[in-house]
């Protein structure tokens, strides 16, 4: 089992700049893909950006390739996801999420096992 705990959630105005971490606890030897996902109110859950274990394979949605950044820190069980120039629309509880499963790209819900409790981030225009 891992247990997953995100935070650095808030509020921002539009133009701002967030940094959310995802801490990873519990059996942690394997090699995750981490992913995060966001959900807006009365909206679906989204994919937002994953990362593979090395961290050398990323895949970013297209509503935030430019303003997001993924990044882990094997060493210390954390990924981050640095969120700059934030609007409006990006305003959801955003959640993160591992996967032992070795194939890539891995953008789907279903595609994770284990899922933090989330954390809210408002964008105010």
């Known amino acids: 089992q891992v247990q997953l705990v995100e935070s650095g959630g808030g509020l921002v105005q539009a133009g701002g700049s967030l940094r959310l971490s995802c801490v990873a606890s519990?059996?942690?030897?394997?090699?995750?893909?981490v992913g995060w996902f966001r959900q807006a109110p009365g909206k679906e859950r989204e994919f937002v950006v994953a990362?593979?274990?090395?961290?050398?394979?990323?895949l970013y949605a297209d509503s935030v390739k430019g303003r997001f950044t993924i990044s882990r820190d094997n060493p210390k069980n954390t990924v981050y996801l640095q969120m700059n120039g934030l609007k409006a629309e990006d305003t959801a509880v955003y959640y993160c999420?591992?996967?032992?499963?070795?194939?890539?790209?891995?953008?789907?819900?279903?595609?994770?096992?284990?899922w933090g409790q989330g954390t809210q981030v408002t964008v105010s225009s």
């Open positions: 990362i593979r274990w090395s961290g050398g394979s990323t």
């Open positions: 519990g059996r942690t030897d394997s090699r995750y893909t």
């Open positions: 999420a591992a996967t032992s499963g070795s194939s890539w790209p891995r953008y789907l819900s279903a595609d994770y096992d284990y």
